[in-house]
């Protein structure tokens, strides 16, 4: 017995395998052999695979592992090279078999060598699962597969492997030109070749030694062939197509051609070889030659666009994006053509006016014809320079929307309204909009035409359109405050004039303005609207209460009446604060000498005007006012709307006498109403020289007004309507001659001087030290949604503020600026 210490669990322990050492190699692999020969030659039916698999087992535990494996790699590779290879290289030898046939023979071999590897496989699975396994070696099935690609596909320098590429590509070659096909071989052998798998020796060794990295028969040979030969099919169609010189022909065949070729590749090839075929399909039909056919001059994407061909332009924007998601080649000759077109505007402008001065003259020499056949002298009147420039400038702006609502129907049916695109269109649009450097005042000018006339019986949909379409232009203007400049003067004129065809359109308008800019844009502009709204107010107040005139007459109103011969006369007032209204006080009327009728009216309104406002001071403008009167002539009475200045001429001069042969010369005339010489001849003019108005007789008869010229009442006057309104010569709103402009423009910069100083003194009192550059981009960024000022203007500015000691510099470092309080 063992001691105590000694003791423990005891270990039964299995007996050792008593396995004979002896084992008949030889023996046992001529049945394998046999067996595999008898697979190979599609004999298997007769095989015991269980005793098979024993053989192998057996080999392969006796450590026989590597003979049985060398050993069976041999006799694969021999069956292939002596038996296929053979019977493949014969039929491509024989004249009675097509290429076609070859690839189903090649194919079965295929097929067949695969369920013949599929059966070795399972006999040599303890091989696969020992010995390749420990060893890291192929298995089996994959040593099948290797030893197809060496002694059949690969043999004798590719030799077989060369010819099926060549018919495969024929093939496909065949498809792209319309054939059909067999598309199930060309799939299988294609499918054959990524089953050859490669081993590409690859030097890394600077960064981790050498490794092996595998890819297939087809990457490595094949695909190759492919790119190539692709390549050269998709060079061949591009000349072919260019030589045609349409670009509607390449971008149609074009986009056919991808369709068909994206299908083949879909149908044929691997995903591997899918964004390569792509890629390449689309650097050469599209990348290479589509900016050259878009610039084509009889057929390229200016003429696109001028057609409205949204088809075609579609399809365009579908192959740039295959090879551009920013389209930048599109961007460029986008932006190319919208400059042209802008230069073509112009001409355009210009023909359209010429065409339609040259029917209006057509059709004022019919009425002079028909005139002159009932005995009677018809004048003619013909729009001066500045008539056919303001209808330039609204033409000009038509003919700008015009041109804008194709390209944005063309980025919305063509283009998928891509933001990128959409951006560079506007950006071109502002390019050449700014080039003009009148635009502004074009804009407004169109406003006032839409406002004054051409909006007159629209729809209100339709009046919201064409606001929304001038809210489109506005956002091109880079100088907001020249607009600004040219709004307010064409606004003051219509509601003096009260030109409007209704104060809801006005107001409308300069909502839209305040939403797209702000309210400090429209501040003056809402005051102007205040002003006519108050003066309309204190008008009823002045004429029903202050100089009330018949039942409950008042002092006032009596003075009034008995100065006018005992008849009614009111007065309509605007009273316009000066900083709202753009028009400057005219000295030059303060001299003028007022009718008695019109002065008791004048005197009386003063007086009213100081017990409601005490402290204010009027300062009379009668160029902007209208009179309303009635003319009593032999056989017609007329009343008669004309301007405060014509009035004064005919009140003044002609109607102190009851003899209408009264006369005057045109200096006496302005002897006796001291109205500056510009405006008497320009009113004048109205009432002497224009047709349907002429009050007076000028002697001698001419269109313009001169020294010396004699004036008298017209006693032969006749007109249709008993109420007539005389209309002002050139009281319009037109565009300004150069020198109007430069006034405008000098007026333009002084307003500029006090708003950069002003957001200069905003900033710096709220920071109260900044480094110059920082100033600088501030004042940019506060003064940008009006106008864009230069550095050097800017510096300039704050150079100014420091002599008038608002700022001054930092002592240590000159570029930095402090805030004197």
């Known amino acids: 017995m063992l001691p105590n210490s000694t003791r423990g669990r005891t270990k039964i322990r299995p007996p050792r395998k008593i396995l004979s050492s002896e084992v008949d190699v030889e023996k046992s692999w001529a049945v394998l052999q046999k067996a595999i020969e008898e697979i190979q030659h599609k004999n298997a ?27 069976v790699e041999g006799q694969i590779r021999k069956c292939l ?33 695969l369920l013949s590897m599929r059966m070795i496989s399972d006999v040599l699975m303890y091989l696969d699962r020992v010995y390749a396994k420990e060893s890291h070696l192929p298995l089996i099935y994959d040593v099948g597969l290797n030893a197809f690609r060496d002694s059949v596909i690969k043999y004798n320098n590719n030799e077989i492997g060369d010819k099926i590429i060549t018919i495969i590509i024929d093939y496909l070659n065949r498809s792209r030109l319309g054939e059909i096909v067999d598309k199930f071989i060309i799939k299988a052998v294609i499918y054959m070749f990524e089953s050859l798998t490669e081993v590409v020796n690859i030097d890394i060794s600077s960064v981790s030694g050498s490794a092996n990295y595998g890819e297939n028969y087809y990457l490595h040979y094949f695909e190759p062939r492919l790119m190539l030969s692709s390549h050269e099919y998709f060079e061949d169609k591009s000349i072919e197509l260019l030589d045609q010189r349409s670009g509607v022909i390449y971008i149609e065949k074009v986009t056919q051609l991808i369709q068909d070729e994206e299908s083949r590749i879909q149908m044929y090839l691997p995903d591997v070889s ?28 200016k003429l696109w666009i001028n057609d409205d061909n949204y088809t075609l332009l579609q399809l365009l924007f579908k192959l740039i994006t295959r090879v ?32 339609e001065v040259t029917q209006k003259k057509q059709e004022e020499e019919k009425k002079r014809i028909i005139a002159e056949a009932h005995g009677k002298k018809l004048v003619v009147r013909h729009r001066s320079s500045k008539e056919q420039a303001t209808r330039y400038a609204i033409r000009w702006i038509h003919n700008f929307l015009s041109l804008k609502r194709k390209y944005d129907l063309v980025a919305e049916k063509s283009f998928d309204n891509n933001i990128g ?74 509601l003096l004039q009260q030109k409007s065809l209704s104060s809801e359109i006005e107001m409308n308008m300069i909502t839209k303005l305040k939403q797209e800019i702000g309210s400090s844009f429209t501040a003056r502009l809402e005051g102007m609207f205040r002003d006519i709204k108050l003066s309309q107010e204190l008008s009823s107040d002045f004429n029903n209460r202050f100089a009330r005139q018949d039942v409950g007459e008042t002092d006032a109103g009596a003075e009034i009446r008995q100065k006018n011969h005992g008849r009614k006369l009111e007065l309509d007032s605007s009273i316009l604060t000066t900083s709202f209204w753009p028009m400057p006080i005219n000295k030059s009327m303060h001299s003028i000498q007022y009718p008695d009728e019109l002065q008791v009216l004048k005197d009386q309104y003063e007086v009213f005007y100081d017990i409601k406002h005490r ?21 017609k009475t007329y009343e008669v709307n004309m301007a405060t200045l014509a009035a004064v001429v005919i009140l003044k001069c002609f109607n102190d006498s009851e003899d209408l042969r009264n006369k ?18 320009r009113h004048l003019q109205s009432i002497s020289v224009a047709s349907r108005s002429r009050l007076l007789k000028k002697t001698p008869m001419s269109r313009d007004i001169c020294a010396g010229d004699l004036f008298e009442i017209n006693e032969h006057f006749k007109s249709p309507q008993t109420r007539i309104k005389v209309l002002t010569v050139a009281s319009g709103s037109k565009v300004e001659d150069d020198l109007q402009r430069s006034e405008t423009m000098e007026i333009i910069n002084k307003s500029r001087i006090m708003e950069t100083e002003a957001a200069v003194v905003r900033i710096m009192k709220a920071r109260r030290e900044l480094k110059h550059q920082e100033l600088i981009n501030e004042v940019i960024k506060q003064l940008l949604n009006r106008f ?21 510099r930092d002592e240590k470092d000159r570029s930095i600026y402090q805030y004197l309080a």
């Not at 001291?674 to 405006?679: A, D, F, G, L, T």
Request: aromatic share 10%; with cysteine.
């Open 664 to 681: 005057h010369t045109f200096e006496e005339i302005q002897g006796i109403t001291q109205i500056p010489v510009p405006e008497l001849k």
């Open 788 to 808: 864009k000022p230069q550095p050097s203007f800017i510096k300039q500015r704050i150079e100014d503020l420091i002599e008038k000691e608002y700022l001054k």
């Open 274 to 301: 899918a964004p390569k075929m792509l890629e390449l399909m689309d650097n050469d039909l599209i990348s290479r030659n589509l900016e050259s056919i878009m610039m084509f001059e009889t057929d390229g994407l």
């Open 324 to 355: 551009d998601s920013e389209h930048e080649m599109l961007k460029r000759r986008l932006r190319s053509i919208i400059l042209e077109n802008g230069e073509e505007i112009n001409q355009l402008s210009n023909e359209q006016l010429e065409q």
């Open 81 to 113: 090279s002596e038996q296929v290879r053979l019977g493949l290289l014969n039929k491509l030898a024989s004249s009675g078999i097509d290429d076609r046939q070859f690839l189903q023979a090649l194919n079965k071999e295929w097929e067949d060598h």
């Open 421 to 494: 695109i959409l951006e560079e269109i506007d950006a071109a649009f502002s390019t050449f909009f700014n080039s003009n450097n009148k635009s502004a005042e074009y804009l407004s000018l169109f406003i006032d035409d839409c406002i004054r006339r051409s909006l007159k019986d629209k729809s209100s949909d339709e009046v919201e359109q064409t606001l929304n379409n001038c809210i489109v232009v506005f956002r091109f203007i880079k100088d907001k405050d020249v607009f600004e400049k040219y709004y307010k003067n064409h606004l003051a004129k219509r």
């Open 45 to 71: 039916s007769k095989l015991s695979f269980e005793e098979l698999y024993r053989n192998a087992y057996n080999l392969v535990l006796r450590k026989h592992g590597k003979l049985l494996y060398d050993r």
């Open 615 to 635: 402290g204010r001071n009027l300062t009379w403008a009668p160029n902007f006012g209208t009179v309303d009167i009635r003319i009593h002539y032999p056989k």
